[in-house]
């Protein structure tokens, strides 16, 4: 790399805490790979095909960016609206659907396999972040973007009369409702040993914020307590490192928060990001799913080990 591109490449980071120089390479470039979405959200790594896919959702449509070739492809449509996806310890691909209103899983042969569509008979509104603990509980966000308006999904009704975090349980299938006070629940992450459960809500409040909850043996959770609030723009999907500090989608980029809940610093891009996830062989390449667009640059830290 010249002189002139280092420059510019320094030019894609914030650095706000001295700990934050050692999380970069400011001569590493945020990398454009693809343009054409509507609104870009849930990237998913697939480590054994060396794939990322994510949601177009406005587009109704799953993308799939091949690491080894570089070509992005249309890897699903209609899509059922997706939002969130996540992968499981199977390797299976789960999510969030705001057509169906409904929580899926992708099996191995391709089938479909509805997680949760309802909570207590009433229809769910528009799951939107999932995540999977190592117990094989299934967590997700219910905020209601999807029936809003016909823009991300289908108009309808809130049936169940607000917005909840849900974990479905992996022996009954169980739908439990554990989050009922926030406004609209959005991101959510485990830290790396699961003592912690982060959750975004992007409700009215401003500037929004990241709560943290302790989370038990049991998967009960308690001493709720703000965590963050953002800086630029909103707070969306997110992801742990190995360290436990946060790389979350912002209005300019991704923050990185530490644990202490200091902002460290920011990778720079110029559109709002919605999502982020860790992928590459080494787990150390972070794609941010821009709004028109998939972004990725390459950090000297590791994304935590699915499932997170």
Not at 95 to 119: F, L
Request: with cysteine; glycine share 12%.
């Amino acid at each position: 790399m010249c002189r002139e591109d280092a420059i510019v490449a320094e030019s894609d980071y914030e650095i706000l805490d001295p700990r934050f120089g050692s999380l970069i390479k400011t001569t590493a470039r945020v990398e454009h790979l693809f343009e054409g979405c509507r609104w870009a959200e849930g990237p998913a790594w697939f480590a054994a095909g060396r794939y990322l896919v994510w949601s177009d959702i406005p587009n109704d449509r799953m993308m799939r960016w091949d690491e080894t070739s570089g070509v992005t492809s249309v890897f699903r449509y209609p899509a059922g609206y997706t939002n969130g996806h996540t992968v499981d310890r199977e390797g299976r691909l789960v999510s969030c659907e705001h057509g169906g209103r409904r929580v899926t899983r992708t099996e191995h042969d391709g089938s479909i396999t509805v997680i949760a569509d309802n909570y207590q008979g009433k229809r769910l509104n528009s799951p939107n972040d999932v995540v999977v603990k190592s117990d094989g509980s299934i967590w997700f966000t219910d905020p209601a973007y999807g029936i809003d308006s016909d823009y991300e999904g289908h108009k309808g009704e809130n049936e169940i009369g607000g917005c909840y975090v849900f974990r479905v349980d992996p022996d009954s299938g169980e739908i439990e409702a554990v989050i009922t006070d926030l406004v609209r629940p959005n991101g959510l992450a485990f830290s790396p040993d699961e003592s912690l459960l982060y959750v975004v809500d992007t409700g009215e409040q401003r500037p929004k914020p990241m709560y943290v909850y302790d989370v038990d043996n049991e998967g009960g959770l308690s001493n709720q307590r703000l965590f963050a609030k953002c800086t630029a723009g909103v707070f969306d999907g997110f992801r742990c490192d190995t360290e436990g500090r946060i790389w979350t989608s912002a209005g300019d980029g991704v923050h990185c928060y530490h644990p202490d809940g200091t902002l460290l610093g920011k990778v720079l891009v110029p559109e709002v990001v919605a999502n982020v996830e860790w992928g590459g062989a080494k787990r150390n390449r972070l794609f941010m799913c821009g709004t028109t667009s998939l972004y990725s640059v390459l950090l000297p830290v590791n994304g935590a080990s699915r499932p997170q």
